[in-house]
């Protein structure tokens, strides 16, 4: 079993999220006809966060944030390995006409944002719909979908493993392992 | 909780599926709930499963509900009610069942007069049962749908007392319900005419009262079952009117009680019968709300037996 590297230090992670969120901040303004989308489970430590930073950083409270589950969205449902658990969506506005930032912790082959565009299909027809992530595995897309706003890009083989480790303290670290079997 | 799917391929019945199993229905059962708020109430999950709705029985909201959750995920539908078919020609079920599979069918819903008719199906064939009703024996998807909307209402269901008012002898209801609560720790009491309850009932873990009264002042829900006048052959009480003055719900017994309780009727109801008709439609009762939740509970069902790996 070997030990994953860390590719994203604690001090460093805190320095992405500020780096984001200022990114954010420049492409939106005042967040009035924008809205946060954090995709289950994963996406929702890192889009608290972002919401979070967003408050301080750029003095925006009462952002229009919700969450969003994809389970029943997937089009791997039945020929997984593993069957998955729903998680809970909630997002209590509608997104028609609005620019959505769609917010998960890593980018891989892409099908996880797939089913979340379709998913975010049923809340309305959003007017441009952004994906925000922190780690972005470029070489490794299944689908033709790329990140707006990526805090790493990480070229590793398609077998290496990437894990945000979030910590309840509000910091946290990325490690790299050989593969997923190596994850303790 | 940490199973993420159904001890069993099957719903025949909520006595054959563990607490864990329920849990994990109702779980399932939140996530659907908000799906079928949304502005689209649809999700793809579904979308390469055909399933065949079987009503050997006559059925109106069971049905609706069914097909209306199998829509919502996005599965292909054929319906088939006894009435119209072979069945009338002679055809026995297992070759009714055999040739509407050969035609690549994954999923059976099936009501059927006969007690344990699922059971002897799954026995012989491959795809997964839904047991939606059979005779006088389980309709698991009703009592979860009951049990979920005592939770909704209640915030949970173990440690409630739950009443079941009515014809107990002839309601598949009762013994889901009795089933269902027991397995998530209510307690259950049973009320109606001696006639209309069978003997050694209690050996299911739950205790009688035969006055009415005493029955609601002791419980949190009242879950109340229509009179099954076609399932009976002989006379079990003089007559409705009697049956009403003795059993019937009515505002009058409710005012007498020390504290409020919730209505919960299964459907379809005899107004002025085993209810009147200003409590069915009153705050306490959640008659229509057990409805919106039978669509959800149908939808989790689905879902997960769909997703029930070997």
């Not at chain 1, 309305?124 to 925000?132: A, N, Q, S, T, V």
């Not at chain 2, 002898?169 to 009491?189: P, Q």
């Not at chain 2, 006379?235 to 209505?263: A, D, W």
Request: charged share 25%; with cysteine; glycine share 6%.
């Amino acid at each position: 079993m070997g030990a994953g590297r860390i590719i994203l230090s604690e001090q460093k992670l805190n320095l992405v999220l500020d780096r984001l969120t200022h990114q954010l901040l420049e492409h939106h303004g005042d967040f009035s006809d924008t809205c946060i989308i954090g995709i289950q489970p994963r996406g929702i430590p890192l889009s608290d966060r972002i919401v979070r930073r967003l408050g301080t950083l750029g003095n925006l409270h009462n952002l229009q944030y919700g969450l969003l589950d994809i389970t029943f969205h997937r089009d791997d449902f039945r020929t997984r390995n593993e069957p998955l658990k729903a998680s809970v969506t909630k997002i209590d506005f509608l997104v028609d006409n609005k620019k959505v930032i769609l917010i998960d912790d890593v980018l891989y082959t892409g099908r996880t944002i797939q089913a979340a565009i379709s998913a975010l299909q049923h809340f309305g027809r959003p007017e441009k719909i952004e994906l925000l992530v922190l780690i972005d595995r470029r070489f490794n897309r299944d689908l033709p979908i790329q990140s707006d706003y990526a805090g790493m890009a990480v070229d590793a083989l398609d077998q290496a493993y990437v894990k945000v480790e979030w910590q309840e303290d509000g910091g946290g670290k990325v490690r790299i392992y050989p593969s997923k079997e190596d994850v303790k | 909780m940490t199973n993420k799917q159904l001890s069993t391929k099957h719903l025949l019945g909520i006595k054959y599926i563990t607490r864990d199993d329920i849990n994990l229905i109702f779980e399932t059962t939140d996530q659907f709930k908000e799906v079928i708020n949304r502005p689209i109430k649809k999700v793809p999950s579904l979308r390469d499963i055909t399933v065949a709705n079987l009503f050997f029985e006559n059925s109106t909201r069971t049905r609706i509900s069914f097909e209306l959750a199998e829509k919502r995920l996005s599965a292909d539908i054929v319906n088939f009610s006894a009435s119209s078919s072979s069945v009338s020609k002679g055809e026995t079920l297992l070759d009714t069942v055999n040739n509407i599979l050969s035609m690549k069918v994954d999923m059976i819903v099936m009501r059927h007069p006969a007690p344990g008719a699922h059971m002897f199906l799954s026995r012989h064939i491959d795809a997964n049962i839904i047991n939606a009703g059979d005779g006088t024996h389980e309709h698991p998807t009703q009592a979860l749908l009951d049990a979920y909307s005592i939770r909704e209402r209640l915030g949970s269901v173990k440690g409630k007392k739950v009443v079941i008012v009515g014809d107990i002898k002839h309601s598949r209801v009762a013994l889901s319900n009795i089933y269902c609560l027991n397995k998530l720790g209510a307690e259950v009491k049973l009320c109606g005419p001696p006639t209309l309850i069978p003997k050694h009932i209690e050996s299911l873990g739950v205790t009688v009262e035969y006055n009415l009264r005493k029955a609601l002042e002791w419980c949190d829900v009242a879950n109340v079952l229509r009179i099954q006048l076609e399932r009976q052959q002989t006379k079990y009480f003089p007559s409705l009117r009697e049956y009403s003055m003795h059993y019937g719900l009515s505002r009058q017994v409710l005012n007498t009680l020390s504290k409020p309780i919730v209505i919960m009727h299964p459907g379809p109801i005899n107004r002025g019968v085993e209810i009147t008709s200003d409590l069915a439609d009153s705050e306490h009762s959640i008659i229509l709300q057990q409805v919106e939740n039978g669509v959800a509970v149908r939808m989790a069902a689905l879902y997960l037996l769909a997703d029930k790996r070997d």
